[in-house]
């Protein structure tokens, strides 16, 4: 597999055999690993084949946390190790198909809603952060300036390439909002001079790192005229994709105020809540929710949720899209409408009688205040220009019908 042409190359050890390997022997397909073989390390990067999960080589300008799970701000403020598999990685295992391994080729909005789960995975890393100037607050959420607060790289080749991006960006004295990164990534523009800040190939350099993850294998499908790389998921995958589905309808299904544990990441992780609400949203955006909700892979079938519970669990998702859109987050809407100030929202259109009764916005008032409470522990004083930079995302999410 070819690795990309920035970042390290992580070397491999090889796999112990038992005789010689005939060179002549073509490889067809990724070869399964051993249950002994650890599928994802401590800190959930790709690239080590060494018990106890040590990389090889390591840019000693990476963050801490892809390390040694440990991470430490440009403040020197203690951090929460960040998950295994990033933003990215979860909305496209919950968009591939299982055994078919491709994305849908009908869905135009996987792009666009990945290069903003890019964004907003910088910010959840103390990366980026929205401008601090008095007038930032009269603009846009989506169309205030933002700038690399910690220059170190992630260990994430996509993340790391997007960082630099942004990081030379802004010695050249040119600082962007976050719509026109996101536009600029996904080559949403008309500016020749600025084509070279497309991220090409996103989905398939994400499906080789979750290969690379032990999660996905690689094959060839035919495709009538031309043959295709799918990626289908491992027995580990199916495992994964199966805990971020419980996630997502855990948060969505609930009929508490509270946030249900489950419908949160792993323990002792950065951003637990706010994760979980990218997670759904993002997927909703991204139009490979639909099938999830309510999909039950224990009981290896589909969705039995009756239609009225479906819709009113994605009319949930646009309540939570709508107020997180909004920075303080969740702040008070017009009764039953849940949608955002100025008519925004990615799913207006799917509101109906009923669908922001007071429970609703209740249980939406409560995800508000555990976010804010984790960002405050998470970056301290300075939490609003981070997490300015996370509703200017779900803003632009919101926004996605009448953009692209």
């Not at 112990?16 to 022997?25: K, M, N, R, Y």
């Not at 959930?44 to 084949?49: D, E, Q, R, V």
Request: aromatic share 6%; glycine share 10%; proline share 4%.
């Amino acid at each position: 597999m070819s690795s990309s042409t920035e970042g390290l190359s992580r070397r491999r050890v090889a796999p112990s055999t038992s005789g010689a390997t005939s060179p002549a022997t073509p490889r067809t397909h990724t070869p399964a690993l051993e249950p002994s073989t650890p599928i994802l390390s401590s800190n959930g990067h790709a690239g080590t084949a060494l018990e106890g999960g040590s990389k090889v080589a390591y840019d000693p300008h990476e963050d801490d946390d892809s390390r040694n799970g440990t991470s430490t701000g440009p403040n020197g403020r203690k951090r929460l190790p960040t998950p295994r598999l990033t933003l990215m990685e979860e909305v496209l295992l919950v968009g591939l198909k299982d055994k078919l391994g491709y994305l849908s080729f009908w869905n135009d909005s996987i792009s666009y809603a990945l290069r903003g789960c890019i964004v907003l995975e910088l910010a959840l890393r103390g990366r980026v952060a929205v401008v601090n100037r008095p007038g930032r607050r009269s603009v846009n959420l989506c169309e205030r300036l933002i700038e690399v607060i910690d220059e170190r790289m992630t260990g994430e080749t996509i993340l790391d390439e997007a960082l630099r991006m942004m990081r030379d960006r802004g010695k050249e004295g040119e600082k962007l909002s976050v719509v026109q990164w996101i536009d600029l990534m996904s080559g949403e523009t008309w500016n020749v001079m600025k084509i070279s800040y497309q991220l090409k190939q996103v989905r398939e350099r994400l499906q080789k790192g979750l290969v690379d993850k032990g999660l996905l294998t690689t094959s060839k499908t035919n495709f009538l005229l031309f043959d295709m790389a799918t990626h289908p998921c491992t027995p580990q995958g199916l495992s994964q994709k199966a805990a971020i589905i419980n996630r997502i309808n855990a948060l969505l299904l609930s009929k508490t105020t509270a946030i249900p544990q489950t419908a949160l990441g792993e323990e002792g992780t950065s951003g637990r809540v706010i994760r979980s609400i990218a997670l759904s949203t993002a997927s909703y955006a991204a139009n490979v929710l639909e099938d999830a909700i309510g999909y039950s892979y224990s009981r290896g079938v589909g969705s039995n949720l009756a239609f009225e519970d479906k819709e009113e669990a994605l009319t949930r998702c646009d309540d939570v899209l709508s107020a997180f859109s909004n920075f303080p987050f969740a702040t008070p809407v017009a009764s039953g409408s849940g949608s955002v100030a100025g008519g925004l929202g990615a799913g207006a259109k799917r509101r109906h009688a009923g669908g922001g009764g007071n429970s609703g916005r209740e249980a939406i008032a409560e995800l508000g205040r555990e976010v804010t409470k984790e960002l405050e522990a998470e970056f301290g004083e300075k939490w609003e220009l981070s997490g300015e930079v996370v509703a200017a995302v779900f803003e632009v999410w919101g926004r996605m019908d009448s953009l692209l």
